[in-house]
T-cell receptor, first 109, second 114 residues
């Protein structure tokens, strides 16, 4: 089956810093989402982005489907950005999302 | 979008017992999904539940251990049967909203088995 790897696995930032999280996948995908899991365990949708670029406030994401990767950019990080970031993909003909390994982010005040 | 609630939010159970987790959605959806997240790990899909049909289980998960009900388009239950400490996890339900095919998650049920 498809493999979804995220890097880095762990990241510590000072408040105000910028970061880039990467998601590599081993096969063509139909759908791709980025999620933030807050420290209480709730998963929040950030982006639905099977291709192209989107921006939402301090967050933006880019997916290059032909090269099988997606990037999540966090600018001017805040302590509330702490948590785990997951990308999840589904492939053609399936409805199931496969989750990546995750990036654990801690933003220090 | 969709608003999803789960009950209970957390529980501590003794080994050998069973726990049923409820998932309620604020709108009618065709597909509901159950995931397990073991401590410090990513999410793993347990099964897909469609109303009016048997749930479809992923490799490594069986109906006897994780029976699922889907009586209508807004509700589902997952039972964790004959629990052992290895079942200690967060269990999450999710739904798929089309246009585009986006998944939304409930708050999760934190289960600790002693």
């Amino acid at each position: 089956g498809i493999q979804v790897e995220q890097s880095p696995p762990d990241l510590i930032l000072q408040e105000g810093a910028n970061s880039t999280l990467r998601c590599n996948f081993s096969d063509s995908v139909n759908n791709l989402q980025w999620f933030h899991q807050n420290p209480w365990g709730q998963l929040i949708n950030l982006f639905y982005i099977p291709s192209g670029t989107k921006q939402n406030g301090r967050l933006s994401a880019t997916t290059v489907a032909t090269e099988r990767y997606s990037l999540l950019y966090i600018s001017s990080s805040q302590t509330t950005d702490s948590g785990v970031y997951f990308c999840a993909v589904s492939t053609s003909g399936t409805y199931k999302y496969i989750f990546g390994t995750g990036t654990r982010l801690k933003v220090l005040a | 979008s969709a608003v999803i609630s789960q009950k209970p939010s957390r529980d501590i159970c003794q080994r050998g017992t069973s726990l049923t987790i409820q998932c309620q959605v604020d709108s009618q959806v065709t597909m509901m999904f159950w995931y397990r997240q073991q401590p410090g790990q990513s999410l793993t899909l347990i099964a897909t539940a469609n109303q009016g049909s048997e749930a479809t289980y992923e490799s490594g998960f069986v109906i006897d251990k994780f029976p699922i009900s889907r009586p209508n388009l807004t509700f589902s239950t997952l039972t964790v049967s004959n629990m052992s400490p290895e079942d200690s996890s967060i269990y999450l339900c999710s739904v798929e909203v089309t246009g585009p095919e986006t998944q939304y998650f409930g708050p999760g049920t934190r289960l600790l088995v002693l």
